[in-house]
């Protein structure tokens, strides 16, 4: 039962809060990482907890910064110790503030991230010292049905373990003095850490191997325009904070699900504004990262706001994503707060594709991430999508075409010389990417390599995904 309020959030008994989470299990999370242990790191704000997660997951995918709050959202990043993997989750800090308007969902956050680990990091300040929300959020964890291990950070080296007395107070027993930063003790709490997962046989089916099945999907645009709703909705969960805030989102959030036998990596990317409108460091991070994102995606899904009709920046935003071979869907948000007497599917299409010429060939689909409206629509698209992205054309197949095409539309001249393709062949896929030998690569017309590619796309089915096209000279001959 709820007995009142603390930091401006609903509080509950230790027990009753305990017994809550052990309870109710979301669906989509025990899906979610079903096959490895889940670790969450949890903490007030800055002591140091995506320090920790980039050290353990060995990356750089958890934002740093000396302001508190940086971390909002749950984190979630692939590790191994002692050839265990093993999921880490990154938290949001418990704010202690009633006036912050982010502190309530930052703290459903890190609930619903205790609520899913199978065992639990609590990351103490050795340095700040001890704050009197430490001591509620352990009352909190002593009932938790779960492993916990307590972690004083900023600890960086022996002699500095004198500063661990003060967190005996709290009533722990067992200490880890670690420094995130500079690796100290961060060893040996790693071996004890992997003796509390929970014992199973079964492989990582999801593990993050470039080579695997996952397809990586970004879902990118400007602040604001409903990226973290419309994975909600597709996650049927609450696993994104969303705010009317611009800017709610900072850091890149890697969410994996399986649906019907096909796994996912879906990434809510920050919002990207305009560089003229782009001032705090914090704010620029975080939008390298959107774009290293797209760096490592498939799909992009480039999220519009509908109701404000198509923006310059998101024309950038598509341009960005396209300079990065990515295959793209744009996704026309908001359609419920569309006047449609006045714009009608086709309309606002037809401008898309206008102004975004460079994308001629991107699906674009009207959705609404508030009322559900076409969302079952995005995933036979998406399966279509990646189809073509990863598509293999036989030599063979692919010279005949060249072939066919030369003879339908003879390539003009260059310095004098008529210009002949030898011979053609796919080099990779994602996106399919093929090399055509020319006795002059040089003079070959944008033109001409934009017909070349309709050929492409025509003849083998290729009408949603890029293609990319290298011209070489044929060495050791001459046309």
């Excluded at 929300?133 to 779960?146: P, Q, T, W, Y």
């Excluded at 519009?304 to 396209?322: F, T, V």
Aim: glycine share 6%; hydrophobic share 40%.
């Amino acid at each position: 039962m709820l007995i009142g309020t603390r930091f401006g959030w609903p509080f509950a008994s230790p027990r009753a809060l305990a017994d809550l989470m052990n309870a109710h299990y979301s669906p989509i999370s025990h899906r979610l990482f079903s096959m490895n242990p889940v670790v969450a790191i949890i903490g007030r704000p800055n002591v140091g907890k995506s320090t920790l997660f980039n050290r353990i997951t060995r990356s750089r995918n958890a934002l740093v910064d000396n302001l508190p709050g940086v971390t909002r959202d749950r984190h979630y990043g692939p590790a191994v110790w002692n050839d265990i993997p093993f999921t880490l989750v990154d938290t949001g800090g418990f704010i202690p503030d009633e006036v912050d308007m982010m502190s309530p969902l930052i703290r459903s956050q890190v609930m619903l991230a205790i609520q899913d680990a199978d065992v639990l990091v609590m990351i103490l300040d050795g340095k700040g010292g001890i704050s009197p929300f430490d001591a509620d959020m352990i009352g909190i964890l002593r009932s938790v049905e779960k492993p916990v291990l307590y972690a004083v950070n900023k600890i960086d080296g022996y002699d500095k373990e004198v500063n661990l007395y003060d967190f005996h107070s709290l009533g722990i027993e067992s200490l880890f003095p670690i420094s995130a930063e500079h690796n100290y003790g961060v060893p040996d709490f790693l071996d004890e850490l992997v003796k509390y997962f929970p014992r199973s046989s079964e492989p990582d089916d999801m593990a993050d191997d470039p080579d695997s099945r996952i397809i990586r999907i970004a879902v990118v645009g400007r602040p604001n325009v409903g990226k973290s709703s419309l994975i909600n909705r597709i996650l049927g969960e609450d696993r994104q904070i969303v705010s009317d805030i611009p800017g709610t989102t900072r850091d890149s959030i890697d969410t994996r699900f399986r649906r019907k036998d096909t796994d996912y990596l879906l990434i809510d990317t920050a919002g990207i504004r305009r560089k003229a409108r782009v001032s705090e460091k914090l704010e620029k991070l975080s939008i390298i990262k959107s774009l290293q994102s797209l760096e490592q995606c498939n799909i992009a899904l480039i999220v519009l706001d509908a109701s404000e009709g198509i923006l310059e920046q998101d024309i950038h935003i598509a341009g960005y994503a396209a300079e990065r071979k990515c295959a793209c869907i744009f996704l026309l948000n908001k359609w419920d707060r569309v006047d449609k007497k006045t714009t009608t599917i086709k309309t606002i299409v037809d401008q898309l594709h206008e102004k975004a010429r460079f994308l001629q060939y991107a699906p674009a689909l009207t959705i609404s991430a508030l009322t559900g409206q076409r969302i079952s629509g995005i995933f036979p698209m998406i399966e279509d999508l990646y189809s073509q992205f990863t598509k293999r054309i036989g030599t063979g197949e692919i010279n005949r075409m060249l072939e066919k095409a030369t003879q339908n539309k003879e390539p003009s001249l260059y310095n004098g010389r008529r210009l002949k393709f030898f011979y053609m062949t796919q080099v990779t896929t994602r996106p399919p990417s093929f090399v055509i030998f020319v006795n002059s690569p040089e003079g070959v017309h944008f033109s001409y390599k934009r017909y070349l590619i309709n050929r492409i796309r025509q003849e083998f089915g290729l009408t949603h995904t890029p293609i990319h096209l290298i011209f070489r000279e044929r060495s050791g001959r001459k046309g």
